[in-house]
């Protein structure tokens, strides 16, 4: 079965710091969803992409976060200034088609110091 | 507001047992409910869904669901629990026309005793 891959699996960073964490969706979707877990607490939805824009976001997702679809095939999540409270792992999810189930990756488990 | 509840935080149930994980909703219009299961370190991986149709839905490892719209509630079951389910399910549902993020429950964790 075709898999949404995710890098790293692990980044540590120190507080104030630029992140990129990176997803590649199954090829042929086109929906893209960023989520993230905090230890211990349930998946929070970020935001949703969908045609080369932000279809819908959270509260969560504020200035400082940013997504991209550089090219045909990557993803990205940037936090522009990490905050201690970003520590998380964070989930990126794509899926083909109306109502179709989403795919998940295995996450980028992101630590600030 | 629409959510979704999961309302036990852990359950334990003896292997070969038929299981049960609790799943309730509130929602303004037609849901469309989920079970994903997250192992240790790992990502969720999909067990089923309801969208329309039977309210009886069998999904992946032997798991099923039963939608029971009265009562607002989507319990995942198992007829005979194996010590390899032993994971963190989680409840999700997608509401509204447009939008289909996904709204987590918080999660319930499962552990089969040998």
């Known amino acids: 079965e075709p898999e949404v891959t995710q890098t790293p699996s692990h980044q540590v960073t120190q507080m104030g710091q630029e992140v990129i964490l990176r997803c590649v969706p199954i090829?042929?979707?086109?929906?893209f969803y960023w989520y993230r877990q905090i230890l211990g607490q349930k998946v929070e939805f970020l935001v949703s992409?969908?045609?080369?824009?932000?279809?819908?976001k959270s509260e969560i997702f504020d200035d400082q976060f940013s997504v991209e679809r550089p090219d045909g095939s990557n993803f990205t999540l940037k936090i522009r200034s990490t905050k201690l409270e970003d520590s998380a792992m964070y989930f990126c999810?794509?899926?083909?088609?109306?109502?179709?189930?989403?795919?998940f990756g295995p996450g980028t488990r992101l630590t600030v110091l | 507001a629409q959510s979704v509840a999961q309302p036990e935080d852990q359950v334990n149930v003896a292997e070969g047992n038929p299981l049960t994980v609790k799943c309730t909703y509130s929602v303004s219009g037609n849901p469309y409910l989920f079970w994903y299961v997250q192992y240790p370190n790992r990502g969720l991986q999909f067990l089923l869904k309801?969208?329309?149709?039977?309210?009886l839905v069998k999904g992946s490892y032997g798991f099923e669901a039963e939608f029971n719209k009265s009562q607002t509630s989507f319990h995942l079951k198992k007829p005979s629990a194996l010590v390899s389910d032993s994971a963190l399910y989680f409840c999700?549902?997608?509401?509204?026309?447009?939008?289909?993020?996904?709204?987590f429950g918080k999660g319930t964790r499962l552990h089969i005793l040998p």
């Open positions: 309801y969208i329309t149709g039977d309210n």
């Open positions: 992409f969908y045609n080369n824009e932000i279809s819908e």
């Open positions: 999700a549902v997608i509401f509204g026309n447009r939008d289909d993020k996904i709204i």
């Open positions: 090829s042929n979707h086109l929906y």
């Open positions: 999810a794509s899926r083909e088609g109306w109502r179709e189930k989403q795919f």
